[in-house]
């Protein structure tokens, strides 16, 4: 557990760090992806280097065993809806409404396919070592708790109110996914639906403060 909990440590100065200076670089660049995809190694290589990962199981009225797998689906869809309801919202509250536009230039500018695969990639990430290797690291005190003010915390480097907000719900919710099943499947599951959707329907509703790639060069 010691070991555990110094690798961890460790692992979350250092993404957290790479967390914010990759949201600090040009949308569409080459060091943008570079950096996304160094933080995506860091959760991953630092959550399996410090002790085994598990999967978790969900009981069916049966008593029959199975991995989660519909019920995480549905449950980031309905995530999704109640954050573009937010947003819908949001575009009254100047801070928030300028903090979101700001993520989103990150999702119009560059390739798609190059953004949606780094955020799949940094969301399966996300949860192996946050709900992985940390949940596990904090024992049997407060791990929701205090996983998710990990999570938010490192969500902080990005100085990004929008962002450390959604940690925040989103991280609750994970970590819930978490105890409740024993794993990082079912919350795996959520946060790769939700981020999918996020990326495909959020930025239309803030096409008029999205720059395009042109007003950034």
């Known amino acids: 557990m010691r070991r555990r909990r110094r690798i961890v440590g460790v692992v979350s100065l250092a993404g957290a760090g790479l967390l914010g200076k990759s949201l600090s670089t040009k949308p569409g660049s080459p060091e943008f992806y570079g950096l996304t995809l160094g933080v995506a190694g860091t959760w991953t290589l630092g959550g399996l280097a410090s002790g085994p990962v598990h999967r978790g199981w969900v009981q069916?009225?049966?008593?029959?065993?199975?991995?989660?797998?519909?019920?995480?689906?549905?449950?980031?869809?309905?995530?999704?809806?109640?954050?573009?309801?937010?947003?819908?919202?949001?575009?009254?509250?100047?801070?928030?409404?300028?903090?979101?536009?700001?993520?989103?230039?990150?999702?119009?500018?560059?390739?798609?396919?190059?953004?949606?695969?780094?955020?799949?990639?940094?969301?399966?990430?996300?949860?192996?070592?946050?709900?992985?290797?940390?949940?596990?690291?904090?024992?049997?005190?407060?791990?929701?708790?205090?996983?998710?003010?990990?999570?938010?915390?490192?969500?902080?480097?990005t100085r990004n109110p929008a962002l450390v907000l959604a940690s925040a719900v989103m991280g609750a919710l994970f970590g819930l996914q978490r105890q409740a099943t024993g794993g990082i499947q079912a919350p795996m599951l959520t946060h790769l639906t939700w981020s999918t959707l996020m990326l495909r329907f959020l930025p239309p509703l803030f096409d008029n403060d999205v720059p395009t790639a042109a007003a950034l060069r």
Do not use: M, W
């Open 60 to 157: 069916d009225r049966d008593q029959r065993l199975s991995r989660p797998v519909i019920t995480p689906v549905l449950t980031g869809v309905v995530a999704f809806l109640v954050f573009y309801l937010c947003a819908v919202a949001s575009r009254h509250v100047p801070v928030l409404d300028r903090a979101i536009s700001s993520v989103l230039r990150y999702a119009r500018v560059g390739s798609s396919r190059s953004v949606l695969l780094t955020t799949l990639v940094n969301g399966a990430a996300e949860e192996i070592f946050f709900r992985g290797a940390l949940y596990a690291a904090v024992g049997k005190q407060h791990p929701v708790a205090l996983s998710t003010a990990v999570y938010s915390l490192a969500t902080t480097s």
